[in-house]
């Protein structure tokens, strides 16, 4: 994680209405909004910026996307780590962003 830009945030979790059991978290909007303007010739498609994240003791490899409903960033959380984490819809969580 050198040279990596680091953003901690608190959020709640929030699922896509689809039959499919994403679940997400969006980052706040300034933040996004600096990410984007420091990172955006990095994105790839769709918005995807390759990052890593960190909640409690559970750190991994993942990718954030703009996304243009929320006007900001959005991480979705895999399974393993919602269980590793015990986190459940609308559970309000810190997270640390490294990009």
């Known amino acids: 994680m050198l040279n990596r ?3 901690q945030f608190k959020t709640k ?3 896509h209405s689809s039959s499919a ?3 997400f978290v969006t980052l706040p ?3 996004a909004k600096e990410i984007r303007n420091f990172f955006q010739p990095m994105e790839e498609g769709w918005g995807r ?3 890593e994240a960190k909640i409690g003791n559970t750190h991994w490899k ?3 996307w703009f996304d243009t409903k929320h ?3 959005i991480l979705p959380l ?3 780590i919602r269980k590793k984490e015990h986190i459940e819809v609308d559970k309000q969580v810190t997270i640390v962003i490294y990009v």
């Open 21 to 23: 059991s994403w679940y």
């Open 13 to 15: 979790v929030w699922k």
């Open 5 to 7: 830009v680091v953003y």
């Open 29 to 31: 909007k300034n933040q």
């Open 78 to 80: 895999k399974a393993e």
């Open 71 to 73: 006007k900001s960033y």
């Open 49 to 51: 910026l390759p990052c």
């Open 62 to 64: 993942s990718s954030i």
